[in-house]
């Protein structure tokens, strides 16, 4: 996942950052909440996490802004040898959790995965073989087989398609897609993950006369639901063996 890390204390910032990347996440460091509401603005992030005093304004306050920006946003409070009062007062005023610092780092983890867990957001599982309903993935080949037919996607389109069917019905960020399915954040245009989307949603016909729907967030990711019947006519199936091939 894709943290961004708030502490004005460097050394403790390089410790929170190697912990955070041995558990296999991605993270941004800023020495105050300034430079990080600004990047913000154009990047994405999963998870806030961020000291009671942010280096220009107080924890309570960064949270709200940054929620103005990327609502939803997750947020963990580090604090030093807190009190009762300290933390009650900072989950009241959004915190999804709080740490005392200096962390430890197997607990700091359990704390991110937890904060994440109960977001919603998954990884795809690392597994050849997929079945999601009628949706068969075949990581090998980068093939998906549903209701008779075969779509054949490029490797980011099979990423984009896996992720969004592992958190179906969850809403799913652009950091998170981007971190997966591209591996990296930069000199990756907004337009290119949107067509991405598109081409995922025609090959694998993400419809709700099929049953499913992907839809847009805006400003925050895509989310794949699936439709309920209700006793609306779904469209007919296709010939058998009818395969979908890719573009790109």
């Not at 980011?156 to 998170?176: C, D, G």
């Not at 591209?182 to 949107?194: E, F, M, P, Q």
Request: glycine share 6%.
């Amino acid at each position: 996942m894709r943290i961004a890390l708030v502490e004005p204390d460097l050394s403790r910032a390089e410790i929170v950052s190697r912990l955070l990347f041995a558990g296999g996440h991605a993270c941004q460091h800023f020495m105050a909440s300034a430079p990080f509401l600004a990047c913000a603005a154009d990047e994405f992030f999963d998870l806030l996490l961020t000291a009671t005093w942010a280096g220009d304004r107080p924890a309570e306050d960064v949270i709200a802004l940054a929620r103005s920006i990327l609502p939803g946003l997750p947020a963990i409070v580090m604090m030093v040898a807190p009190r009762e009062s300290e933390i009650v007062g900072a989950l009241q005023a959004g915190a999804d959790d709080c740490l005392s610092k200096p962390v430890r780092g197997p607990e700091m983890l359990a704390r991110v995965d937890a904060v994440f867990r109960r977001a919603g957001v998954c990884r795809p599982p690392n597994r050849t073989r997929n079945n999601f309903g009628d949706y068969f993935f075949d990581t090998t080949h980068s093939e998906v087989r549903f209701r008779n037919q075969c779509a054949t996607l490029t490797p980011k389109e099979f990423r984009f398609a896996l992720l969004l069917f592992v958190n179906l019905s969850r809403p799913v960020s652009r950091a998170h897609i981007l971190e997966t399915v591209w591996a990296r954040r930069r000199d990756v245009k907004s337009r290119t993950l949107d067509t991405h989307a598109s081409r995922v949603r025609t090959k694998l016909q993400l419809r709700p006369e099929y049953g499913y729907s992907l839809v847009p967030l805006y400003g925050y990711g895509y989310q794949l639901n699936e439709v309920p019947p209700d006793g609306a006519t779904r469209a007919p199936l296709p010939e058998p063996d009818e395969r979908i091939v890719e573009t790109l």
